[in-house]
T-cell receptor, first 108, second 112 residues
Framework: NAGVTQTPKFQVLKTGQSMTLQCAQD?????MYWYRQDPGMGLRLIYY???????DKGEVPNGYNVSRLNKREFSLRLESAAPSQTSVYFC???????FGPGTRLLVL | DQQVKQNSPSLSVQEGRISILNCDYT??????FLWYKKYPAEGPTFLIS?????DKNEDGRFTVFLNKSAKHLSLHIVPSQPGDSAVYFC???????????FGTGTSLTVIP
């Protein structure tokens, strides 16, 4: 029982490159969330999915897209990475907000 | 504009004493509040929550107090232990229960 898993753990991108961050859960929860954490800013919601097949914008959605592939998986895509997207990205599930271990992204 | 604020970036307490972490919010529509603990290089871990229909919730050494009129909540840890040293985040959500707003965190150091 892994709970919430995220891949990759760490990634370096060049400006303009694209990548997808993966999140998977084995907790059978309907709702899933993507956050970014920046120094002095706390965690800010990027996108969330209240249930399979639905997605909605959070506080800071610009530059990101998401896919709720099925109940287990919720991916976050950066189509053209920018240095401002350097951050730690966390996936969470459930309205109790159980978090994954995070993905550290560096955009050069 | 930060809807959830933790105005103390850091706090140090002696082992065995009480730690009190504070959180203020601005949105009167928030009705569900949570506290998280975070160690470096790990995801936040859920600690305790409280609904706006209550003003206190306890779980072992952790107690959360909610003062709706003041739009203020606090987390009490008694007694504090060195393993409690971490960053603590408060979070709040409103009637949809889908969007969560986090504070900027308070770094707690418990001195042995």
């Amino acid at each position: 029982n892994a709970g919430v898993t995220q891949t990759p753990k760490f990634q370096v991108l060049k400006t303009g490159q694209s990548m997808t961050l993966q999140c998977a859960q084995d907790m059978n929860h309907n709702s899933m969330y993507w956050y970014r954490q920046d120094p002095g800013m706390g965690l800010r919601l990027i996108y969330y999915s209240a249930s399979e097949g639905t997605t909605d914008k959070g506080e800071v959605p610009n530059g990101y897209n998401v896919s709720r592939l099925n109940k287990r998986e919720f991916s976050l895509r950066l189509e053209s990475a920018a240095p401002s997207q350097t951050s730690v990205y966390f996936c969470a599930v459930s309205k109790s907000q159980y978090f994954g271990p995070g993905t550290r992204l560096l955009v050069l | 504009d930060q809807q959830v604020k933790q105005n103390s970036p850091s706090l140090s307490v002696q082992e065995g004493r009480i730690s009190i972490l504070n959180c203020d919010y601005t949105n009167s529509m928030f009705d569900y509040f949570l506290w998280y603990k975070k160690y470096p290089a790990e995801g936040p871990t859920f600690l305790i929550s409280i609904s706006s229909i209550k003003d206190k919730n306890e779980d072992g050494r952790f107690t959360v107090f909610l003062n709706k009129s003041a739009k203020h909540l606090s987390l009490h840890i008694v007694p504090s232990q060195p393993g409690d040293s971490a960053v603590y985040f408060c979070a709040a959500s409103g009637d949809t229960g889908n969007q969560f707003y986090f504070g900027t965190g308070t770094s707690l150091t418990v001195i042995p």
